[in-house]
């Protein structure tokens, strides 16, 4: 019994000592013509589309034979993902130089929305015909999110002659620094004073109406000086309604001839013109 527990244990060591000398390294990679190497972090910037190039060699013992290999380019999303394969060759047995190393380039093409901003990472992995597999070290990947800007409220009503102030924002989607905010507007008043443009820091601004019908406001986001799509919230007024509640009694005691009535929901600024009716 002893015996064959060694015999069993020599065989499982030869077996992985055999699958441990392939070797899969990457030289260098080349991204958007900026050369990376010792497993070093690849930025890919605010780049959409990014060209990667990744060399590589693999060496083995001249005794070690693998057959037909296959050779991948993997993307993992994050550390705990296998990783998803980008691109892939197929290398014969011939093909290594002096039966001891392989030399040669991969490429293929990563998006932007494919990583995270931090914790993905790519990796090259050899694989023999016997499905033994190795793997490069891997080279960590960070992105800059392109800055993005939305309307919470696209658009404004307000009631004719209205003086109460309405306020502004856009959303900077990915807290992108060092931002400014180009207003544009006609017939507001900012702080008190007319305005038509001027640039604020704030993503958010409180205006007051100045004129019956105030312009739309359109609102430009400037990141490190470089300015992106601009935005416009729509003013509208409301719609007018001439109908409006009486309340008060339904008639009028001939002993005194006098009552209060009120009327409801009235808009803003107007004028209210009565007709008495005596009916007998």
Do not use: H
């Amino acid at each position: 019994m002893k015996n064959i527990k060694i015999r069993i244990l020599l065989t499982i060591l030869c077996i992985n000592n055999s699958f441990a000398q392939v070797t899969t390294s990457i030289t260098d990679v080349y991204v958007n013509s900026v050369t990376y190497n010792n497993c070093s972090l690849i930025d890919f910037g605010t780049t959409s589309n990014n060209n990667t190039t990744i060399y590589y060699k693999l060496t083995k013992p001249s005794n070690q034979a693998i057959g037909i290999g296959t050779l991948k380019i993997l993307l993992k999303n994050d550390s705990s993902s296998y990783g998803n394969t980008k691109g892939s060759i197929t290398i014969s047995s011939e093909s290594w130089a002096n039966n001891t190393e392989y030399i040669g380039t991969i490429a293929c093409n990563i998006s932007q929305s494919e990583i995270q901003v931090t914790g993905s990472s790519i990796l090259i992995e050899f694989t023999t015909d016997s499905n033994l597999k190795t793997r490069s070290c891997e080279y960590s990947l960070k992105k800059t999110q392109v800055p993005t800007f939305t309307l919470p409220v696209t658009t404004k009503t307000i009631d004719c002659g209205a003086t109460t102030p309405q306020t502004f924002a856009i959303t900077n989607v990915y807290n992108s620094p060092n931002t400014t905010y180009q207003w544009s507007t006609s017939g507001w008043k900012y702080n008190g004073n007319s305005v038509g443009t001027f640039t604020t820091t704030a993503s958010s601004i409180s205006l007051t109406p100045n004129a019956t019908l105030p312009s739309n406001v359109t609102v430009t986001p400037i990141v490190n000086g470089v300015a992106y799509p601009s935005k416009t919230i729509t003013v509208s007024l409301a719609t007018f309604n001439p109908y409006v509640l009486i309340s008060g009694s339904n008639g009028l005691c001939a002993s005194n001839g006098s009552g209060i009535y009120t009327l409801e929901n009235v808009p803003p600024n107007s004028s209210v013109y009565g007709v008495l009716q005596i009916l007998v």
